[in-house]
């Protein structure tokens, strides 16, 4: 068995810009705990020469991206092996870098696809040069790259795969060229494929015009596509339900959306975790270490922590929100303290991701937090993005203009890097998305490892993970609402939470204890992999 996981983004390192943000965030996490384990998994995916940008927030508080050039030679090596993709007619030279994530009983090749060749031409070039950028011919151009070119260049490199697990409908034109090869036979290629649907928001499905997918691949298309993708426009997560033998949410409420989204097709879920040994921050995985000591290969063991005592627990975080308020004042000029309750929000700038949802009722924020909360907040907007780049603004500006009443600072360029650091340092992580459109999140189960506390609408994880005011808070029932009713209840639970926080901590401390006993031994990477591989991958 061998398993090919295909991927449009993979995060392993904050200094290789081939990730965006969760799903690349995740694919990493998917191929660190992989490569731990031993699974017979390779990876593939493209190498972004100017990557996802760096986030830059200029003095009106706009996000301006920058794309600096990324050398991947500190970090990989060119394979002497090129395999040549038919795009709008002409040849296009697909080069091969070699990554190795090492684990700790492994190691698991990514395969990075490079079309920044000298002898390809200087439209081509581009294709791979920068992560989700450009228009919807760049876009299919880049899939088949992934897809067609990753498949050609696995049959020299790694020719016994026996899943192609595709990561998101990105992936999907892997099919096609399975299709080729067993002549048409859907059975077959259904038989060799897995499928992973990552968003229940229908912007996030790509979907092409039939037009444009013709001129931009039609060697590869078969003669019944419109029945595969789609009557009228080529859906790539329709043709890879139609193409797999399984298909898969990443949460419980997933599923069953993804199911009401695309009637007629089995669609199970695996809920998503994280990399335990990439998220503990170096203050918890010390005390793991010295009171649990088989928690790096079993996760679950941090099920019972009754060992440690309360005094090193505090410690930890204190150490932990030291290293976070650090960094804050230093890129900020803010002048936080670690005394004081800090709550992070921190994701992609999207407008149902609502960052700006606590400022519904500023006056009733201002009474509640001052001198006692600080805020920080971080995220990038797509560049395309408007409506995310003035949720950006918004933040910083009402931060600058209630400076006095509002403890409040934006932590630009949102990476890896940074994100381990709230991650670690945050005591309480808010989530404030519009139900049910976070598919899972994971970067709320990252602070579980550092004894950090969840506030967040009960949708993806969240709703499978809390138990209200025992292991974290939910913001408001398990229905749908409008952002005024959620408003109301983040009120009431912040209320809740400020007042724990200060007036009760020793409940505060049996809240932080059950966030890492209830939540780390289930939202891992190592138990999802795992669950992967006994319900899809044999």
């Not at 797999?244 to 949460?251: D, F, L, P």
């Not at 941090?302 to 005094?311: E, W």
């Not at 918004?394 to 600072?409: H, M, S, V």
């Not at 934006?410 to 989530?431: E, K, Q, R």
């Amino acid at each position: 068995m061998k398993i090919a996981y295909f991927s449009m983004e993979i995060g392993v390192n904050e200094n290789m810009p081939t990730y965006s943000g969760g799903l690349g965030i995740l694919a990493g996490d998917h191929i660190k705990s992989a490569a731990d384990l031993n699974i017979p998994l390779v990876a593939v995916t493209l190498l972004y020469k100017r990557g996802y940008f760096i986030q830059n927030i200029n003095p009106f508080g706009l996000q301006e991206e920058m794309y600096p050039y990324f050398d991947p030679r500190a970090f990989m090596e060119p394979l002497p092996l090129k395999v040549t993709v038919k795009i709008q007619g002409r040849d296009v030279g697909v080069g091969v870098w070699k990554y190795n994530q090492v684990g700790t009983t492994g190691r698991v090749p990514i395969y990075f696809l490079d079309t920044d060749l000298p002898t390809n031409a200087p439209e081509d070039r581009l294709i791979t040069q920068y992560l989700y950028g450009g228009d919807q011919h760049t876009r299919i151009s880049q899939e088949t790259v992934l897809g067609i070119g990753g498949y050609l260049a696995l049959k020299k490199l790694e020719p016994n795969i026996t899943t192609f697990h595709m990561n998101e409908g990105h992936a999907v034109f892997l099919t096609l060229a399975l299709l080729k090869d067993y002549e048409g036979n859907e059975a077959q290629v259904r038989e060799k494929c897995m499928f992973t649907t990552h968003t229940p928001v229908p912007a996030g499905h790509d979907k092409f015009s039939y037009e444009l997918a013709e001129k931009v691949m039609g060697t590869y298309l078969p003669a019944n596509i419109r029945q595969l993708a789609g009557e009228d426009i080529l859906n790539t997560t329709v043709l890879a339900l139609n193409l797999s033998r399984s298909a898969n949410g990443v949460s419980q409420l997933h599923g069953e959306i993804s199911r009401q989204m695309f009637p007629g097709y089995t669609i199970g879920h695996v809920t998503n975790g994280v990399h335990h040994l990439s998220w503990t921050g170096p203050e918890f995985k010390a005390l793991y270490d010295k009171y649990v000591p088989n928690w790096r290969q079993q996760p679950q063991a941090l099920a019972d922590i009754s060992i440690i005592p309360d005094s090193e627990i505090v410690e930890a975080k204190k150490k932990a929100k030291r290293r976070l308020i650090s960094y804050i004042n230093s890129v900020a000029g803010v002048g936080f303290t670690d005394e004081q309750l800090t709550i992070c929000f921190a994701r992609r700038a999207a407008a149902y991701k609502r960052a700006t949802l606590i400022f519904a009722d500023l006056e009733f924020l201002f009474n509640l937090s001052y001198d006692r909360v600080q805020f920080v907040f971080a995220g990038k907007a797509h560049p395309q993005d408007e409506p995310g780049k003035e949720l950006i603004k918004e933040i910083i500006n009402t931060g600058r203009q209630y400076e006095k009443k509002l403890r409040l600072a934006f932590v630009p360029n949102y990476n890896i890097w940074v994100a381990s650091m709230m991650t670690a340092g945050a005591d309480v992580w808010l989530n404030t998305p519009r139900r049910p459109r976070e598919a899972s999140g994971t970067s709320g189960m990252k602070v579980c490892f550092n004894g950090g506390v969840n506030m967040s609408v009960l949708d993806g994880w969240w709703r499978e993970g809390c138990i209200n005011r025992i292991n974290g808070w939910a913001i408001g029932d398990d229905e749908d609402q409008g952002d005024e009713a959620a408003a109301a209840d983040l009120y009431q639970d912040l209320d809740d939470m400020v007042t724990t926080y200060y007036a009760n901590p020793k409940q505060w401390l049996a809240i932080m204890r059950r966030s890492i006993s209830d939540l780390t031994p289930v939202f891992n990477t190592h138990r999802m992999v795992m669950e992967y591989f006994h319900k899809y991958y044999k």
